[in-house]
């Protein structure tokens, strides 16, 4: 009967298919900032260096998740469709000429939302379950 | 002396073979020439192609952050190419690098116009790259290599012809001599 019992546990865990969790990854920003909402062509314009202010005119710092954070790539997967190679690629194509500079790297979600508390001009990304009231979500990347 | 009528056939034939011979190797020959004259213009505008190609996507990166430092670089090594007398990128309507005045480029003709569109957004064009052939220099090169192949054709038909007739005189003289 045990036998049978996992056998049977067996083939149902072989029928589902892995699947990677999927984070809702969110864009955030300090929560007395002025911005309610910002367009996916804007959050892009800023995360990629063509934009360095808000729509107010503000300026706009962007934040972005360590190297080896898994939000980090679910963020460019989902806002560009792009792995992160792809996305240092495009940085270093860049690194001579001093037009555009990177997002500042955090250490973690902890680091991301502390300074976001302390700078306006910090835009941020986290994963939406780590939202708290002390940041305002200004636009979901998915 | 009058011409034994044997000799005034074997005459006509080797007229007649002979204005064959260079009826087929003039028709020959401009067909080779403006095939190869074509075929080289083509070869020459795909390296051309393939050039823009190689660069398209930092011209684009150039165009999208108007980045004249970057767009500059693009400029200058697509401008290294011979047959390239001179480059422009453009974001949207704004001219961000050029090796040449912009004035040039209104002034010509024979400009070939790439599209650049977003690293992010396919649906977006963020400028455009203007180059200007060297058209004399394009010309010149294919007008070059289509004369050598017709050269060449002329050349194997001459030699032909002179073998046919060689062989032929031999014929004549073992039959009728």
Redesign the interface.
């Known amino acids: 009967m045990n036998q049978l019992l996992s056998l049977t546990l067996l083939i149902l865990l072989l029928l589902c298919r892995a699947e990677p969790l999927r984070a809702d990854v969110v864009l955030v920003v300090n929560k007395s900032s002025d911005i309610v909402f910002l367009s996916k062509?804007h959050v892009?314009d800023i995360y990629?260096?063509?934009e360095s202010t808000f729509p107010n005119g503000e300026d706009v710092v962007p934040l972005d998740q360590n190297v080896e954070s898994p939000l980090r790539h679910e963020f460019y997967k989902q806002l560009?469709n792009?792995q992160v190679s792809e996305i240092n690629a495009?940085w270093a194509?860049?690194l001579?000429?001093?037009?555009?500079t990177p997002p500042r790297s955090v250490d973690n979600n902890k680091s991301m939302l502390i300074m976001l508390q302390e700078n306006k001009s910090f835009i941020g990304y986290i994963d939406q379950n780590n939202a708290s009231d002390e940041v305002k979500i200004i636009h979901y990347v998915n | 002396m009058s011409i034994k009528p044997h000799n005034k056939i074997a005459y006509r034939v080797v007229a007649v073979l002979l204005f064959s011979a260079l009826l087929v190797a003039l028709t020959t020959a401009v067909f080779f020439y403006n095939y190869t004259y074509k075929q080289e213009m083509t070869t020459i505008q795909s390296s051309l192609d393939r050039l823009v190609n190689a660069v398209s996507k930092?011209a684009a990166?150039a165009a999208?952050?108007?980045?004249?430092?970057?767009a500059q670089?693009v400029v200058n090594g697509i401008a290294a190419d011979d047959f390239v007398k001179s480059v422009s990128l453009h974001s949207q309507n704004t001219l961000i690098a050029s090796n040449q005045t912009h004035d040039a480029f209104l002034l010509s003709s024979e400009i070939m116009k790439y599209p650049l569109t977003s690293?992010?957004?396919a649906d977006e064009e963020v400028g455009q790259l203007i180059i200007h052939g060297n058209i004399e220099l394009i010309r010149s090169q294919a007008r070059d290599i289509a004369f050598e192949h017709v050269t060449l054709i002329s050349i194997y038909s001459f030699i032909f012809i002179i073998i046919l007739l060689f062989y032929y005189f031999i014929i004549l003289l073992f039959y009728y001599f």
């Open positions: 062509k892009i990629m260096g063509r560009v792009k495009y194509r860049l001579f000429s001093g037009r555009a | 930092t990166i999208y952050l108007d980045d004249k430092v970057l670089e690293p992010f957004f």
